[in-house]
């Protein structure tokens, strides 16, 4: 059973930056494209970006040019890099893979943009 910890949420003013890691149980981040999700309060979940194994990334057209998604294959982890963060952006985030059967979702970390 993969377990998935995503850490490095928090409280940020608007235009500021936060780095979001996921770590996992299991070796999989060199077997899956991975991606990054969120969920506001009473909304869906949504996709936010995603790496394939040949580490091209995709992203929500809200979060393009702000977001940047990588792997780090040495520590097995995905990070999120997030800039310019905007109070939109306020939501529990998770990683996951990003087709598929994803695997049991995480706690996630909350991220709290607000002046």
């Known amino acids: 059973q993969v377990q998935l910890v995503e850490s490095g949420g928090g409280l940020v003013q608007p235009g500021g930056s936060l780095r979001l890691s996921c770590a996992a149980s299991?070796?999989?981040?060199?077997?899956?494209?991975m991606g990054w999700y969120r969920q506001a309060p009473g909304k869906q979940r949504e996709w936010v970006a995603s790496?394939?194994?040949?580490?091209?990334?995709s992203y929500r057209p809200s979060v393009l040019g702000r977001f940047t998604i990588s792997r780090d294959y040495a520590k097995n982890t995905v990070h999120l890099q997030m800039n310019s963060l905007k109070p939109e952006d306020t939501a529990v985030y998770f990683c996951?893979?990003?087709?598929?059967?994803?695997?049991?979702w995480g706690q996630g970390t909350q991220v709290t943009v607000s002046s």
């Open positions: 996951n893979k990003y087709a598929g059967v994803p695997f049991s």
């Open positions: 299991g070796n999989i981040f060199s077997m899956y494209a």
């Open positions: 790496i394939t194994l040949a580490d091209i990334a």
